[in-house]
C-alpha cells in the first residue's frame, strides 16, 4: 500500500512527526517550498517497529509512505488540525521527483491515484 505525497498549503500546513507501531514502511518527504535551496528534492528513509525511529516531516514539505509488510500500523502527530479544503497532493511516481520507492504497483486508493503531477501541482 502506498500513500502520498500528500500536504496540507497555506496558513493550515502541518509538521508531522511519523512513526510506526506495528510492521515498516518506506517514508518519504519532499520539499515544495518554492524558496528553498532543496525545493523539489526528496528524502526517504525505513520507519519500523523494530528500529524505532521517527521521521520530522516540517512544513512546506510533502509526505508519502509505503508499507514494506502486512499488518503494518502508521502514528502521526501534527503540530495543527487537518483542513480539508487546503489538501493538495502530488503523483506517487512523477517523473520530475523520481522517487526510488521499493515496489512498482502498489496500492493505491482513488484520491491518490487522481494526484496531479508535480508541474500541474497547486504550491501557492
Known amino acids: 500500500v502506498l500513500r502520498g505525497l500528500h500536504y ?3 496558513e493550515h500546513s502541518q509538521a508531522k512527526l511519523v512513526r510506526v507501531a ?3 514502511i518506506f517514508d518519504v518527504a519532499v520539499d515544495i517550498r518554492k524558496e528553498s535551496d532543496t525545493f523539489g528534492r526528496w528524502f526517504g528513509t525505513v520507519l519500523s ?3 524505532k525511529r521517527q521521521l520530522y516531516v ?3 514539505m510533502a ?3 509505503c508499507t514494506l509488510e502486512a499488518e503494518t500500523t502508521v ?3 501534527a503540530d495543527a488540525f487537518y483542513h480539508a ?3 493538495r497532493g502530488i503523483r506517487w511516481d512523477d517523473p520530475h521527483l523520481a522517487i526510488d520507492w521499493p515496489v512498482d504497483v502498489p496500492i493505491l486508493s482513488g484520491k491518490d491515484e487522481s494526484l496531479p503531477s508535480w508541474e500541474d501541482a497547486d504550491f501557492d
Open 22 to 24: 506495528s510492521g515498516s
Open 75 to 77: 502514528l502521526y502527530k
Open 63 to 65: 509526505h508519502g509512505f
Open 8 to 10: 496540507q498549503k497555506g
Open 85 to 87: 479544503a487546503s489538501d
Open 49 to 51: 517497529a523494530r528500529n
Open 58 to 60: 516540517p512544513k512546506g
